[in-house]
């Protein structure tokens, strides 16, 4: 069964620089199979469905000198979210976090948010925005300090292109 491994916060301008390639060489001695990656983002495709999260996290950062936090998300996840009706609309991001939110957590959110959104699977956030990604105060960041947990945002069309590579 395949999965995505999500890394958050590299090739974001001249900072935290992963070259692709040596990227899937670090995933490949890893013994992961059918390693492939897709766009400069940190969006790593895998077969195998149990992946070691905090394992997965030192070995990045004995690799590449700073932390990059991981979120991993199988396939089925994936066309899950795919379906959902928000998906459908325009402006449309997926936010990844790296732990279940509570319910307290997921009220705060309806408070706070003005744009159409659902929690999915209480680790998702799908949210089709008013504004573009640049505009919107309802970025990553944002829900990283709102909920205290890492996450990382991928738009639609990166996660349907991420689908099509598992298949």
């Known amino acids: 069964m395949p999965s995505v491994i999500l890394l958050r916060g590299i090739n974001l301008g001249a900072k935290n620089k992963v070259d ?6 670090l995933f490949e001695e890893m013994s992961y199979e059918n390693v492939q990656t897709y766009i400069q983002t940190g969006n790593v495709i ?17 690799a590449y000198g700073f932390e990059i936090p991981v979120t991993i998300r199988s396939k089925e996840e994936l066309e899950e979210i795919q379906q959902h009706p928000i998906f459908y609309k325009d402006q449309v991001y ?5 732990q279940e939110i509570c319910k307290e957590q997921q009220e705060m959110l309806v408070g706070l948010i003005d744009d159409e959104f659902v ?11 008013s504004k573009t990604y640049h505009q919107t ?3 990553n960041a944002y829900f990283e300090r709102k909920l205290g947990i ?18």
Do not use: C, H, Y
Request: aromatic residues 4%; positive net charge; hydrophobic residues 45%.
């Open 20 to 25: 692709m390639k040596s990227l899937k060489s």
């Open 46 to 62: 895998v077969e195998q469905s149990v992946i070691d999260g905090p394992s997965l996290e030192v070995a990045l950062l004995e």
């Open 94 to 98: 997926v936010m990844f976090l790296t």
């Open 119 to 129: 929690v999915w699977k209480n680790r998702n956030v799908i949210i089709s925005l």
């Open 137 to 139: 105060k309802f970025t």
């Open 150 to 167: 890492p996450s990382t945002a991928r738009n639609k069309n990166t996660v349907n292109k991420i689908i099509a590579k598992m298949s």
